[in-house]
């Protein structure tokens, strides 16, 4: 299973982890794995190229593991981070036995 943590603080959402292997099909041929990580892949994309914001990412082939950090957050940003929370949220809805979403509230440290 593939399990999508979004990591929010005030509500914005700040980053998230996408860990695991959905197990749809064989590797190479899962349909649910390629899903998830052509959502997380553009959403990186878009971050990078259209929101020009800056984050930190940790990828990890073998684990199935993709964890965005933002290291700053604008209106753009914040758009599409919501617009995959939405997308990987649908597939979850479609594939509820391969892909699970959660969420991870972060408290600011003083």
């Known amino acids: 299973m593939t399990t999508v943590t979004f990591f929010r603080f005030n509500g914005s959402i700040l980053g998230y982890r996408a860990k695991g292997h959905a197990g ?10 390629a899903a998830v990580s ?12 259209v929101a020009g914001a800056h984050f930190s990412l940790k990828t990890d082939e ?16 914040a758009t599409i981070l919501r617009t995959l929370e939405e997308g990987l949220t649908e ?6 036995g391969f892909v ?5 509230e972060r408290r600011q440290t003083s």
């Open 24 to 33: 749809y099909d064989d590797y190479g041929h899962d349909i649910v794995c």
């Open 38 to 49: 052509a959502l997380c892949q553009t959403c990186e994309l878009g971050l990078e190229r």
């Open 62 to 77: 073998e684990k199935g593991l993709r964890e965005l950090q933002l290291e700053d957050l604008n209106d753009r940003a």
């Open 91 to 96: 597939i979850a809805k479609q594939y509820p």
């Open 100 to 104: 699970r979403i959660t969420y991870m």
